[in-house]
C-alpha cells in the first residue's frame, strides 16, 4: 500500500491518500463512500496521515479492504474529488510534520570513505552502536523547490538515503522484534550545506544549521507487508535488497543498496527506543549510502574539480520499490 499526502491547489488543506492505479483516493471519502460496499468495520478513516498511523491496526486492516476495492475497478464509479489523477495533484511529503525526526549512520561504505578522505582511520565506535542525531522535524518538504538562503549555496550537498515512520510506539524495543513497529518506508533526502556543517562542527556538536533547513521525504508511504519480496532476514531484523540511485541534472551520479547498511532499521530502532517512548509518526533516516553524497564523491576525486548543488539544479532520488523523490533547487 502507498500512501500519500496531497493537495489539489495552493493554500488547500493537505489530505492523505492511497496511490493506486495512476490515481490518488482520498482515505478519509473513499472509505465513506464504500463503507457498505467493504463491510468496513470503523466509523470512518482519517483525514491526515498522523492521526492514520495512530488508528493502528485496524485502520490499516481497513485502508487495505478501501484499496482492493478500488483496484477492483471501481476507480470508474467513484465520484469526482474521491477519486483523482495522480497527475492533477501535488505529493506533499507523506509526513508533512513528523512527530520526531532522527538520522542514522548506518552504511560502512560512506562512513569510511568520508573519513578516509579527511584522513581519519575507522572508528571503532561504528561497530559497537549505531549512532544518529536529531535533525529539525518541522522543515520537512516532499518533490518540488527546496528553497535555500545564500550561506546554504556554499557547498550545497544531497545525502541519497532510505527512512522508515514508526507505527506502533514502544520502549526498550529488542531488535528481534523491532521490524513490528515499522509502518513503511520512503526515500529520504537530507540536504546539507557542507560550509556551515563544518564550521559549527569543529565545537563536537551538531550539525545543526547545516542541516536544519530542509530534508525531502518522499513521494509516498510505502507499507513494509508492500516490500516483503525484498526482505532479506537476519537475527537483528530485516534488510531489504531495494537498490538505491541519486541525479543531478539526469545524469547518475550515486549508486546504492539498502541492503548494504552495516545496521539493520531493527537495531537503530533498538537503540533509538533505549529508556525511550517511540510514537507513531517518528521518522528515522538510514543515514547516507555509499556514494550518496557530493561530500564523498568530491573527496574520492570522482569529481575535479568538486562539484556542488547550484541554484535551478534537479536531484532525483530513487529507490527500487519505493519512487522517486525529485527537487529542484531555488533561492528563498
Not at 535488497?241 to 532499521?265: C, E, Q, Y
Not at 507513531?280 to 564523491?297: A, D, F, N, R, Y
Request: charged letters at 20%; proline letters at 5%; one cysteine or more.
Amino acid at each position: 500500500m502507498r500512501l500519500v499526502t496531497y493537495s489539489t491547489a495552493q493554500g488547500t488543506n493537505p489530505r492523505l491518500g492511497l496511490h493506486v492505479h495512476n490515481h490518488i483516493l482520498d482515505l478519509e471519502q473513499g472509505y465513506a463512500f464504500a463503507k457498505t460496499s467493504i463491510h468496513g468495520r470503523l466509523e470512518g478513516l482519517p483525514s491526515t496521515v498522523l492521526e492514520y498511523l495512530r488508528a493502528g491496526e485496524t485502520a490499516h486492516h481497513e485502508a487495505h479492504k478501501l484499496e482492493a476495492w478500488f483496484a477492483s475497478n471501481h476507480h470508474a464509479a467513484t465520484p469526482a474529488g474521491v477519486a483523482i489523477e495522480a497527475s492533477s495533484v501535488q505529493l506533499l511529503s507523506p509526513i508533512p510534520h513528523p512527530v520526531s525526526m532522527r538520522d542514522g549512520y548506518a552504511f560502512r561504505q560512506h562512513v569510511e570513505t568520508a573519513r578516509r578522505n579527511r584522513g581519519l582511520p575507522m572508528i571503532d565506535t561504528f561497530d559497537e552502536i549505531p549512532i544518529f542525531y536529531f535533525t529539525n522535524h518541522l522543515s520537512v518538504i516532499g518533490g518540488g523547490d527546496v528553497k535555500v538562503e545564500d550561506l546554504h549555496l556554499q557547498n550545497l550537498d544531497f545525502e541519497l538515503e532510505c527512512a522508515i515512520v514508526i507505527g506502533k510506539g514502544g520502549k526498550n524495543i529488542p531488535a528481534e522484534r523491532a521490524d513490528e513497529h515499522i509502518y513503511g518506508f520512503m526515500v529520504m533526502n537530507d540536504w546539507s550545506a557542507r560550509a556551515l556543517q563544518m564550521q559549527e562542527m569543529q565545537m563536537s556538536l551538531g550539525p545543526a544549521k547545516g542541516k536544519d533547513f530542509a530534508t525531502s521525504l518522499g513521494p509516498c508511504l510505502v507499507s513494509k507487508e508492500a516490500l516483503k519480496d525484498r526482505i532479506i532476514p537476519t537475527p537483528k531484523g530485516n534488510h531489504y535488497d531495494l537498490p538505491m540511485t541519486a541525479s543531478i541534472n539526469g545524469n547518475i551520479v550515486s549508486r546504492g543498496n539498502v541492503k548494504d547498511m552495516h545496521w539493520t532499521f531493527a537495531q537503530i530502532l533498538e537503540r533509538v527506543s533505549y529508556g525511550v517512548e517511540v510514537h507513531p509518526g517518528e521518522v528515522i533516516g538510514s543515514g547516507t549510502c555509499g556514494t550518496g553524497c557530493l561530500l564523498e564523491l568530491n573527496g574520492s576525486k570522482v569529481f575535479d574539480p568538486p562539484l556542488w548543488l547550484q541554484l535551478g539544479d534537479v536531484v532525483e532520488c530513487s529507490i527500487d520499490g519505493i519512487g522517486t523523490l525529485t527537487n529542484r533547487i531555488q533561492h528563498a
